[in-house]
């Protein structure tokens, strides 16, 4: 992993955001994901400055729409601020849990964790 990713998985590890299950280096698809969290099929990527190339640029969209029709949403941050802007970034995803929450209800098995914290 990247500095980035770690100091990102530092924080979202064992449960930390919200009680939520969140795995590192997924395979799914064709594809390996920076971070996946199953209960709300949600795959985080950390985007370095190779991402910035237009190549690669398309080939994450291809991927993301891919991951999409398997009602995987990806949320994509840019390496830099995940380690510059580490709580902003935090903030973003809870706050698409939250909406995912208000939307679709909490996972059981996320209600359980809670209670046991």
Not at 38 to 59: A, M, N, R, W
């Given at each position: 992993?990247?500095?980035?990713?770690?100091?990102?998985?530092?924080?979202?590890?064992?449960?930390?955001?919200?009680?939520?299950?969140?795995?590192?280096?997924?395979?799914?698809?064709?594809?390996?994901v920076?971070?996946?969290?199953?209960?709300?099929?949600?795959?985080?990527?950390?985007?370095?400055?190779?991402?910035?190339?237009?190549?690669?640029?398309?080939?994450?969209?291809?991927?993301?729409?891919?991951?999409?029709?398997?009602?995987?949403?990806?949320?994509?941050?840019?390496?830099?601020?995940?380690?510059?802007?580490?709580?902003?970034?935090?903030?973003?995803?809870?706050?698409?849990?939250?909406?995912?929450?208000?939307?679709?209800?909490?996972?059981?098995?996320v209600?359980?964790?809670?209670?046991?914290?």
């Open positions: 992993m990247t500095y980035s990713e770690v100091k990102l998985w530092n924080r979202i590890k064992a449960f930390q955001m919200m009680g939520y299950d969140f795995d590192r280096q997924r395979p799914i698809l064709n594809y390996v920076d971070f996946y969290c199953k209960d709300v099929l949600l795959v985080i990527e950390v985007d370095g400055i190779t991402h910035h190339d237009e190549q690669v640029f398309e080939k994450d969209e291809i991927r993301d729409e891919e991951l999409a029709e398997y009602g995987i949403t990806v949320l994509r941050f840019n390496a830099l601020e995940v380690v510059n802007r580490t709580e902003a970034i935090l903030k973003v995803i809870e706050n698409w849990l939250l909406d995912y929450e208000e939307s679709k209800g909490v996972p059981e098995n209600i359980r964790r809670r209670k046991v914290r």
